[in-house]
């Protein structure tokens, strides 16, 4: 396993941590839109709190380690490597906390090009361990608004992770399907558990709508994301979310191999 000073580098070194790629132009706006309450960026999560855009920067500056100057609106978005460390350590404690209980767990994403193959490889540990992943509602259709209009897409699951695909998409488990923010999948994933009479997930893990979603249904949930993603962040505050790890959500696919790794040997699931 990396060790944390190894990790820490290689966050910095993929971008992963420190500057990243998402401009602090994109954050600002989802700020803005986040505190106007606009669906595509609450993603889920019905806030109980009032936030205004000040609060949300301050909320982010602390939760991600990003500029807490309201003044500051142009360049990159800075990432603390120290918080997304400490967050790692803490998602990998949900992990093994399920992983003793042997629960039940579901894994969704909505970066299927970037983060399957982090999840499937908690997905495939945490099922070693004697824990259920469940794959309930496989093949169903979602309608979901996108600033193209109303879109259908079909609920499909890749290496024991739900995600959604264009219709015309292949499928057969393949590693393709659609970038999405909605939490429209994984309430018609979590319907169609409830109506089955099958087991419930006792731990959702994801990013995006997969984590907003669950977690404003009182499912614990802990997932992944970036700076531009307040909704995240604002159920973790609100108590909503469990897990928030603060990381650029869209690098190489590969350089998030080195975190799994580091994750499932905390989570003492390592095989």
Known sequence: ???????????????????????????????????????????????????????????????????????????????????TLVALDAFAERLAAVAQRKGAVLLGTGHPHRLLGFYAAIADALSAAGCTVLTPAHGRCVDITTRFGLRTYNLDYARGVALVREPDAKSSGCETGAHSHSPLPVRTVLAAAAESGGPLPELVVGD????????????????????????????????????????????????????????????????
């Open 1 to 83: 396993m990396l060790s944390t000073g190894a990790l820490r580098a290689h966050l910095l070194a993929a971008r992963l941590a420190g500057p990243v790629a998402t401009s602090r132009e994109e954050s600002l706006r989802s700020y803005r839109l986040f505190a106007a309450r606009d669906p595509r960026v609450l993603i889920g999560i019905d806030p109980e709190w009032s936030w205004n855009e000040r609060d949300l920067i301050g909320l982010m500056a602390d939760k991600c380690g990003v500029s807490g100057d309201p003044r500051h609106t142009s360049g990159h978005d800075v990432i603390d490597p120290e918080r």
């Open 208 to 271: 995006h709508g997969w984590v907003c979603g669950a977690g404003q249904l009182g499912f614990e949930a802990i997932g992944l994301a970036d700076t531009d993603d307040p909704a995240l962040f604002v159920g973790e505050a609100e108590g909503a979310v469990s897990v928030v790890v603060p990381l650029d959500d869209a690098v190489r696919s590969d350089y998030y191999l080195p975190l799994t790794r580091y994750v499932l040997n905390r989570a003492c699931l390592s095989q």
